[in-house]
């Protein structure tokens, strides 16, 4: 089945820089690849995604590029907030029984300190 | 209605108790998915329903029984729980097909005592 890595496992950066994660995936019938944000005490929330027909795409401050040949994906936030401040989930995603199944990485704690 | 919703909040029970767990979504989305998450740890799939019928059952084992009574509900029945099963219950939901966003509701803390 699909395996999902995530690094790194805890960030810690200063208000205003950019943060990044990056994950890998094994199987390359995964086709689609969100990133959940998930604070603590509540549900995941996706945040961007990508489809593996694509590169890269961005909206506003968050960015997903897409590596298909050597299948990695990374989350890129730029000008971190403290708000920005949760776990962060890498997923990859294949059609299976009429809906997506999921496979999610390791989670990557994110701290944005002031 | 862009919410999935979950109830109860919190659920204690013991070993030999029943209870179920419910899922209501109103977004006309065909899909639905049960998701164990311990603390620590991502979300990890135990079944998926796609248009009412049971499609993806993870190897989960038969303590949980899912059951979809209707496009906008689902249920997860517990039986003889262990008590490290405790963990939060995700539902989610999606339209059927390729890249489509999962909406998860805020989940259900289980403890089994």
């Known amino acids: 089945g699909e395996n999902v890595e995530q690094h790194p496992s805890t960030l810690s950066v200063q208000e205003g820089d950019s943060a990044v994660i990056k994950c890998t995936y094994s199987d390359s019938a995964s086709n689609y690849f969100p990133w959940y944000k998930q604070e603590l005490g509540k549900r995941p929330q996706l945040i961007i995604d990508?489809?593996?027909?694509?590169g890269e795409k961005k909206d506003q401050r968050i960015a997903v590029t897409l590596n298909k040949t050597a299948k990695h994906f990374s989350l890129h936030i730029t000008e971190t907030q403290p708000e920005d401040s949760a776990v962060y989930f890498c997923a990859a995603s294949m059609e299976r029984g009429g809906g997506n199944k999921l496979t999610f990485g390791t989670g990557t704690q994110l701290k944005v300190e002031l | 209605d862009t919410e999935v919703t979950q109830t109860p909040k919190h659920l204690v029970m013991g070993m030999t108790n029943k209870k179920s767990l419910k899922c209501e979504q109103h977004m006309g989305h065909r899909a639905m998915y049960w998701y164990k998450q311990k603390a620590k740890k991502p979300p990890e799939l135990m079944f998926v329903y796609s248009y009412e019928k049971l499609s993806i059952n993870e190897s989960v084992p038969s303590r949980f029984s899912p059951e979809c009574p209707n496009s906008s509900l689902l249920n997860l029945h517990l039986h003889a729980l262990q008590p490290e099963d405790s963990a939060l219950y995700l539902c989610?939901?999606?339209?059927?097909?390729?890249?489509?966003?999962?909406?998860f509701g805020p989940g259900t803390r289980l403890t089994v005592l």
């Open positions: 990508i489809r593996s027909n694509v």
């Open positions: 989610a939901s999606s339209h059927s097909g390729s890249y489509n966003e999962q909406f």
